[in-house]
């Protein structure tokens, strides 16, 4: 993975968990996938790793207004967004 937030020293810590819609480990092809573009795909991996490591960070509030910006019916960044300003580290 390249982009903005893979080539930051900021998030070198970080290891992004990709999107897994079951098709590579199970040979099934999903019924409807969505064409999410790179730049989405990347920052939600990362979101995915802030999550499974209960970040709370200011990077993290960051990364959750990155996502809304790219897409505000994401209803789960809100919802980590909510997390992050409501328990400032």
Do not use: C, Q
Not at 6 to 27: Q, R, T, V
Not at 43 to 63: D, G
């Amino acid at each position: 993975m390249s982009g903005k937030y893979a080539s930051s020293p900021e998030w070198a810590s970080i290891k992004p968990i990709p999107l897994d819609d079951g098709s590579k480990d199970n040979d099934i092809m999903p019924l409807a996938t969505i064409a999410y573009p790179d730049e989405y795909l990347e920052a939600t991996s990362y979101l995915r790793a802030v999550m499974a490591a209960n970040e709370l960070s200011e990077r993290a509030l960051k990364l959750t207004e990155d996502i809304i910006s790219m897409n505000p019916a994401h209803y789960t960044v809100w919802y980590v967004l909510l997390i992050l300003i409501s328990f400032p580290s």
